[in-house]
């Protein structure tokens, strides 16, 4: 071997988008495909000019919101275990992970009664039973839209309040603000002949609906935020006697715009219970039968063309989750219809568990007894994209 090829160093490998096509469109595709994770694009960004430019192209971040639409990733969890206080919890890892102040949000003033009514399509609903308003807000851009209720559903006394929201047009990633509905409940606790009502709000066209009505046997109380199914819009519901063994849940069909009643599955009275959405989008329901034991159901037509309740499986927590000592005073504080995932505590610990991998994840421990809210979107942390800002961008408000 001559001596000159016996001295010549080894060249240094290539950089990454030198290995990578040089035509825009194929690009695009393999980029669409990055995990969309907070920090994906950033890092990405950094490869090059020429895919920063064809990162915090507008056209580009609304296709990757598209692409990703049926799996964001879940950011974090909102509580309201303190007074006034939205708390946003981060639940991934860095550098995926989302500062808590960033998307917390002081809510209401003063003596103000506000309930926190749940995550759907990157938007919150509040409602704000004093000002007599609901608020949606998109958390990633800080933008919010304030919507009056219905003349007249604040008047009676005793009254019951739940609502739930919806994107119009979320699986093309359209902006969610610009196209939204919202459906909100009310049921009276005292009346004689007790009845649910339904009206539908419609953000483009700024009106609500008729009142859509349903009897039912006794009061009850609106508890739990709604779950989506494949056409409607479903409640968990409890008869207002604290001693009474009734659950019940509320069904609103989107499309016939028609409210109904049916009972959850028989020998679950005394569980704590959840609503879930299974496979192909329908409902399900998870029952806490003891400490460690959740079923897990779903709600199915028979050969008959009649829906009933089947069991499709038993969680033994006591087996999955990695706990050192008895699991006792377990609790179920919320559900990711997304992500299939279900928020639970025993004693001070809270986990989440994916409940078709039964994959689990031990968050953080908690002091105080409260619901959890998920909230899944796409964010983008570090250098803004397109930007010479150091911060965040939402990808929910290109």
Known sequence: MSEGLMSR??????????????????????????????????????????????????????????????????????????????????????????????????????????????????????????????????????????????????????????????????????????????VLLRGLLDADHPQLFASIYESETGVWGDAISIAIGVPVTLVNPSVLTKDSLCWLVQEYDTGSDGNHILEFDLDRQALAVFGAPVGTEESCLELVRMEDNKLGLAALLDDVTIQLWERKAGSDGVARWMLQKSIKLDKLLSVGSPIVGTLIHGYDENGHVIFISTSLDVFMIQLKTMQFRHLFKAMFITSYHPYTGFYTTGRGIGSGDVGAESLNST
């Open 9 to 182: 160093r080894p060249s240094s490998p290539p950089p990454a988008a030198a290995l990578l096509p040089d035509n825009d469109d194929i690009l695009r595709e393999i980029l669409l495909r990055l995990p969309p994770l907070p920090s994906s694009l950033p890092r990405a960004s950094l490869v090059c000019k020429h895919w920063r430019r064809l990162l915090s192209d507008p056209r580009f971040l609304r296709r990757f919101r598209a692409f990703h639409r049926r799996n964001p990733p879940l950011l974090g969890i909102f509580n309201t275990a303190f007074y006034g206080l939205l708390q946003f919890t981060p639940t991934l890892d860095p550098p995926d992970r989302i500062p808590s102040a960033r998307l917390s949000l002081q809510v209401g003033h003063g003596d103000e009664i506000w309930d926190f009514l749940g995550c759907r399509h990157g938007l919150a609903l509040i409602l704000n039973q004093t000002r007599l308003e609901l608020t949606v807000w998109d958390p990633l851009a800080g933008d919010q839209r304030r919507v009056p209720v219905p003349p007249g559903w604040f008047r009676n006394e005793g009254a019951v309040y739940n609502a739930a929201l919806i994107c119009n047009n979320h699986l093309a990633g359209g902006v969610p603000l610009e196209a939204f509905k919202v």
